[in-house]
């Protein structure tokens, strides 16, 4: 059964700071991978989606990677702002095109 | 392209109501799924559906039911509601054609008394 595990569940950082949060799974026989942002009390937003024959994908401050073979992803966020501050969400979408997620991440991001 | 909508927003049930949570896509999507998120954690799903006529379970199905008699909507029936079934619900949808992107509904709100 395909798992989905975030790292770490909250995350607080000054303004300007790089940083990186994490998404691991269990089966490596995924279609796709998807993150997400979403803001209290509101629905998700799609990131980035990446390909389980990609390796990254870029949108402007943001990068994912994805390494199929470790079981592992990473969302990049560079040079964060107040207006980052959000919960991200990792899914994984399995070959019968269901998608699993990840508990999230919280993050804060303080001016 | 309204994309994926759902209503209502909110609503509030007592304990063995029962209701429909209505979702509808405009984009011709095939795949069309429910999930369900609680406090602190991710999304489940609940049911999903891969065409009109076709649907199937997913990891919390039970105390649930939906059918798919056209492209566009994806009803969640709730049989008797219990307390248990106090949640936020996700619609999505999404197209194999495509690179398979989900794009989710606005959500309802559920609370069950």
């Known amino acids: 059964k395909q798992e989905v595990t975030q790292i770490p569940a909250a995350l607080s950082v000054p303004e300007g700071e790089n940083l990186v949060l994490n998404c691991s799974f269990t089966?490596?026989?995924?279609?796709?991978l998807q993150w997400f942002r979403q803001d209290p009390g509101k629905g998700l937003t799609s990131l980035l989606l990446?390909?389980?024959?990609?390796r990254e994908q870029t949108s402007g401050r943001l990068n994912a990677s994805l390494d199929k073979s470790s079981g592992r992803s990473t969302l990049y966020i560079a040079a964060s702002q107040p207006g980052d501050s959000a919960t991200y969400l990792c899914?994984?979408?399995?070959?019968?095109?269901?998608?699993?997620f990840g508990s999230g991440t919280r993050l804060l991001v303080r001016p | 392209n309204a994309g994926v909508t759902q209503t209502p927003k909110f609503q509030v049930l007592k304990t063995g109501q029962s209701m429909t949570l209505q979702c509808a896509q405009d984009?011709?999507?095939?795949?069309m799924s429910w999930y369900r998120q609680d406090p602190g954690m991710g999304l489940r799903l609940i049911h999903y559906?891969?065409?009109?006529?076709?649907?199937d379970q997913g990891e919390v199905p039970n105390g649930y039911n939906v059918s798919r008699s056209t492209t566009e909507d994806f009803p969640l029936r709730l049989l008797s509601a219990a307390p248990s079934q106090t949640s936020v619900y996700f619609c999505?949808?999404?197209?194999?054609?495509?690179?398979?992107?989900?794009?989710f509904g606005p959500g309802t709100r559920l609370t069950v008394l």
């Open positions: 559906s891969v065409g009109a006529g076709i649907t």
């Open positions: 089966d490596s026989a995924i279609y796709n």
């Open positions: 899914a994984v979408m399995d070959s019968s095109y269901k998608l699993i």
């Open positions: 984009m011709n999507h095939e795949y």
């Open positions: 999505a949808s999404s197209t194999p054609s495509g690179d398979n992107e989900q794009f």
């Open positions: 990446i390909q389980s024959s990609q």
